[in-house]
Nanobody
């Protein structure tokens, strides 16, 4: 059974940093595309970043490029999202998601990911 669990959320001041970890079980993380999405109150869930399977590269939404870094540790079956220079606009519940066989043009679509974590709250104060 595939399970995803996010950790590392919390409260941070603007300009600060947080690291989110997605711990997976029931999968070999290198064989899945793993993504981070976020949802702010009153807004739709949006793509943040992903790391494609088998070394297929990393991708980011424009607003986080240069501030967020996604990485994978195969031996631990984890994917980490390192976030820096955080702004109040980054406040949201962050979700980890995983899917197989997601073509490049579909990586930003949440419907293409079969497995989801419960989410972790990130709050950035001004």
């Amino acid at each position: 059974q595939v399970r995803l669990a996010e950790s590392g959320g919390g409260l941070v001041q603007a300009g600060g940093s947080l690291s989110l970890t997605c711990t997976t079980s029931g999968v070999s993380v290198n064989t899945y595309t793993v993504a981070w999405f976020r949802q702010a109150p009153g807004k739709e869930r949006e793509f943040v970043s992903c790391i494609r399977r088998f070394g297929g590269g990393t991708y980011y939404r424009d607003s986080v490029k240069g501030r967020f870094t996604i990485s994978r540790e195969n031996a631990k079956n984890t994917v980490t999202l390192q976030m820096s220079s955080l702004t109040p606009e980054d406040t949201a519940v962050y979700y980890c998601a995983a899917g197989q066989s997601i073509i490049l043009s579909s990586i930003r679509g949440d419907k293409h990911y079969a497995y989801w974590g419960q989410g972790t709250q990130v709050t950035v104060s001004s």
